[in-house]
């Protein structure tokens, strides 16, 4: 027989709906939600950021569709994607008499140099780890030494490597000096240019791939090297069989990181070439964005090499974030 | 299939500060072919130091470490063709089970792929894993990750096995079931196998012999129940068997024992054997104490007891005795009885001593002056 009073309270609570987490909520009363008591808290920083990086965004997004140059207001009425069609394939827009020449070529830079420094940095920051992972004395004199770098800013590595590639009194020179290798301009040479500067970035940054890769190592237990040993494998497999392919999720963290990096290393360029102009045998995207927009004052255009930009790095970023949502890291 | 002999094993770990830790102590035992030693002792006793020396995981300080006659001291890990078995499994994460098991065969023999992978499926079907060799091992249960962890040592077909600890990550009721499993493979297998373990149980019940370690020192090289029964010293006799032997520690008089509590008469043998000792330590195993609930103290080795605690196990009760009752904390020795019996806290009961079951220690030395008699002919062959 079923008991009265249960069913007097199944009654009454028959209008309240069952929420997805089993408790139940009662119409009329959004002002008792949580979501809506939190808010003070809430929601001051996630309009900021809404307004500021979103809007912001969203607001370049809309301008790069629009033919804005030069001194004036943007003219939202004409909207279209001629400046994509411009960056891919060059050609003289509307807005402008002159003939623009398209973005492959810093493209084309942005990727030598995102993929060179990001990989030479992996690989080295790995190589370093691995020794520092040795049981050495001083390890924590050397990581701090080989993560020093990447606490300077952008501006002064510029400016440090300047002074070591330059041809009369840099150490690069001294050294090629000794060698047998007479003076070689660096920074200006067209030929040598990227390279330098992957190489400044890669100093500053392989420390950083160290750290990660360290942090993924002492994480492996000791007993997975040792099982590998009484396996029969030498230390070179052992590495590259058993530890290496345990360091997968280190690698990726520290590759978006880098690639990231690489793609904003406008301010490197800025300081090392004292301007938006680095030359095009350096010149990235990044440089090439500013120099359209503040140099030219090819507002859209800029706006539309941003776009772009942003974009390549939603590339980077969003598999990684997808992947680590699908594991659960997130 | 080989045999491994360790001659005076000493291993010192140097710290950073330049003080030296010996670890382990001039250890020496002959393990024959097919043989299955279990090595044992508390935490820190230098078991596991000791099998790392011979895996080539440790370097050896001192002594010499031979398999089937050749020294191996000097060897990398990947010459000594020895598997060992971690408390961790340490099963590479990465890898599927089928990988796991033709790491070890694809890094140290030149065997082909096709031969390799026949020798794995032999092996997953005779550990009953085959249903999970392309499972990766976070998929797995612990048991099935030992079984895993066990089937890539024999998979290598190597000189001999090093465990380490490998039940202990194990549920108590898989952990007995995985002990039989594991005596029953060694046997059929005949690998000499070194077993180490800080369980006194696994010990006593999977060795052919039991090596007992204390302080980095070989205590004893026995017999389960050589060891049980004779033990050579204090710490063997405390150490195997559970519940513990009790101790009391007491003063030679004469051809008596003497404590603030209680006195206890020698027989000549034992008298003897006592010799020059002053203070001597009496054992006697729990299950040896006879307990009657209605007896009287009549004989000098009858003595009237409180109980203290009755721990009831179901086959057997241990019962926590005290000599005297009412004390807040007061010392008690355990004594076991069928679990049939009845027995409640606050009896009082009569223990006998039998003068055939107790063990005598030398109090300074605490090396053993005289064990229990075994009067069953079989038993005294058995264990001889």
């Not at chain 1, 001083?138 to 501006?155: A, D, G, H, K, Q």
């Not at chain 2, 090093?162 to 898989?174: F, G, H, I, Q, V």
């Not at chain 2, 090396?367 to 264990?383: G, V, W």
Request: hydrophobic share 45%; with cysteine.
């Amino acid at each position: 027989m079923r008991n009265p009073l249960t069913v007097l309270k199944r009654r009454l609570s028959e209008h309240r709906e069952v929420r997805t987490d089993g408790g139940t909520t009662s119409a009329g009363s959004i002002l008792d939600r949580d979501s809506v008591r939190s808010a003070p808290f809430w929601l001051p920083p996630f309009l900021l950021i809404g307004l500021f990086i979103y809007g912001a965004i969203a607001w370049n997004i809309v301008l790069s569709l629009t033919d804005f140059q030069g001194l004036g207001t943007p003219d939202y009425s004409a909207l279209d994607f001629e400046n994509y069609v411009v960056a891919f394939f060059g050609g003289t827009p509307s807005w402008s008499e002159l003939t623009v020449s398209p973005i492959w070529n810093s493209a084309w830079n942005t990727v030598v140099l995102m993929v060179s420094f990001s990989v030479v940095c992996l690989a080295l920051g790995l190589v370093l780890a691995i020794l520092v992972d040795q049981e050495i004395r001083f390890e924590n004199t050397f990581r701090t030494i080989y993560l020093l770098p990447m606490s300077l800013s952008f501006v002064v590595t510029a400016k440090f490597w300047l002074y070591m590639y330059n041809v009369e009194t840099g150490l690069v020179n001294l050294f090629l000096g000794a060698v047998g290798v007479g003076p070689i301009e660096i920074v200006q040479n067209p030929d040598l240019k990227l390279a330098a500067v992957a190489f400044a970035l890669i100093w500053q940054f392989s420390g950083y791939a160290m750290i990660v890769y360290l942090a993924g190592l002492r994480a492996i237990p000791t007993s997975h090297f040792e099982a590998a040993r009484v396996d029969g494998a030498s230390t070179v497999r052992m590495y590259w069989r058993v530890i290496i392919p345990q360091l997968r999720t280190a690698t990726v963290s520290a590759l978006v990181v880098l690639t990231v990096f690489s793609l904003k290393a406008f301010d490197f360029l800025f300081s090392m070439y004292g301007g938006y102009q680095p030359g095009p045998s350096a010149d990235i995207l990044a440089t090439r964005m500013v120099r359209e927009a503040y140099s030219n004052g090819n507002w859209a255009y800029g706006s539309a090499i941003a776009v772009i930009l942003f974009i390549m790095a939603l590339a980077i970023v969003t598999p990684y974030i997808y992947s680590q949502y699908k594991r659960g890291e997130l | 299939m080989a045999e491994l002999t360790l001659d005076g094993v000493t291993k010192v770990f140097t710290e950073d500060d330049g003080n030296e830790i010996v670890a382990v102590d001039d250890v020496s035992v002959d393990i024959e072919d097919g043989e299955f030693l279990v090595l044992v002792g508390p935490s820190g006793c230098g078991k596991s130091t000791t099998l790392r020396m011979v895996a080539g995981l440790e370097t050896v300080t001192d002594g010499e470490i031979s398999l089937a006659g050749r020294r191996i001291n000097e060897s990398p890990p990947a010459e000594r063709d020895i598997a060992m078995v971690f408390q961790s499994y340490a099963l590479y994460p990465h890898m599927t089970v089928a990988q796991n098991m033709s790491f070890g065969l694809e890094e140290s023999t030149e065997l082909d792929d096709d031969e390799i992978s026949e020798l794995v499926d032999d092996t997953a079907a005779m550990m009953g894993i085959e249903e999970l060799v392309d499972r990766k091992p976070a998929d797995l249960s612990g048991g099935q990750q030992q079984r895993v962890a066990l089937g890539r040592a024999i998979v290598r077909d190597p000189e001999a096995f090093l465990m380490d600890e490998p039940l202990s990550n194990l549920d108590a009721k898989l952990r007995a079931t995985m002990r039989t499993e594991l005596q029953r493979l060694q046997e059929d297998l005949g690998v000499t196998t070194i077993y180490v373990t800080h369980d006194q149980t696994e010990a006593m019940t999977m060795g052919d012999r039991i090596a007992i370690l204390d302080d980095g020192v070989l205590q004893q090289v026995g017999t389960p129940l050589e060891c049980y029964h004779t033990p050579n010293n204090r710490f063997v006799a405390g150490f195997i068997g559970d519940p513990s032997m009790n101790f009391f520690e007491m003063e030679v008089d004469g051809e008596r024992l003497v404590s603030d509590r209680f006195t206890y008469p020698l027989t000549a043998d034992q008298a003897d054997a006592v010799g020059e000792a002053r203070g001597v330590t009496l054992g006697i195993r729990p299950e040896d104490i006879g307990i009657d609930p209605d007896g009287n103290a009549d004989s000098p080795h009858e003595f009237d007891m409180h109980v203290d605690v009755v721990e009831p196990r179901g086959d057997e009760n241990t019962i926590h005795l005290t000599f005297e009752a009412g004390l807040d904390e007061p010392e008690t020795f355990t004594a076991t009885v069928s679990g049939l019996r009845q027995l409640q806290a606050g009896d009082s009961v009569v223990a006998t001593f039998p003068p055939e079951a107790i063990h005598l220690f030398d109090a300074d030395t605490e090396q053993a002056l005289h064990n229990r008699s075994l009067d069953i002919p079989e038993a005294t062959e058995q264990i001889v």
